[in-house]
């Protein structure tokens, strides 16, 4: 979180650690069932998410963070804090928009967005980075610790 916070970024080299431990985790405490758990984790992980990344919805780390966690906890788990995580994620955004006062703004910059990609039928980038500042981005890193916290310590 402390990285995407201060950085806009998940370093790699904390996300291979986070993977390597997650399958020396798995293989040793499961042995096969937990390849198997491994891999279903990073894999719907990275296809739920990836997507979102190539239209820079959300950063490649914030998909990596998430894979991380599949690692760990499995795609059943994972599943569940990704959809906790994209409503806590929502709720951030309200707030920031109201906050800001660019709600309406923002979604004119969707609808429009919206309206290009289905008229162009091509999909295209949903924001440039030129345009990255506090006032457009979610650290995506924080729903998705809130919600691991909350899913993990069954909150909910």
Request: some cysteine; overall charge positive.
């Given at each position: ?31 096969g ?76 910059y ?33 729903p ?13």
């Open positions: 979180m402390w990285y995407d916070w201060k950085c806009y970024r998940i370093p790699n080299q904390l996300i291979l650690v986070g993977l390597g431990v997650s399958f020396l985790y798995q293989y040793f405490y499961y042995k069932e937990g390849l198997e758990t491994w891999l279903l984790g990073i894999g719907i992980s990275f296809f739920i998410l990836f997507p979102f990344s190539l239209v820079r919805m959300i950063g490649a780390g914030d998909v990596k963070l998430a894979m991380v966690i599949g690692g760990f906890w499995g795609h059943t788990i994972t599943i569940k804090i990704l959809c906790i995580a994209f409503i806590i994620g929502a709720v951030i955004s309200l707030g920031k928009m109201l906050w800001h006062r660019n709600l309406f703004y923002r979604l004119q969707l609808a429009n967005y919206t309206f290009m990609v289905i008229a162009r039928r091509k999909i295209m980038k949903y924001i440039d980075t030129k345009e990255i500042d506090e006032k457009t981005v979610i650290h995506f890193a924080i998705m610790a809130i919600a691991f916290f909350a899913v993990v310590t069954k909150l909910v």
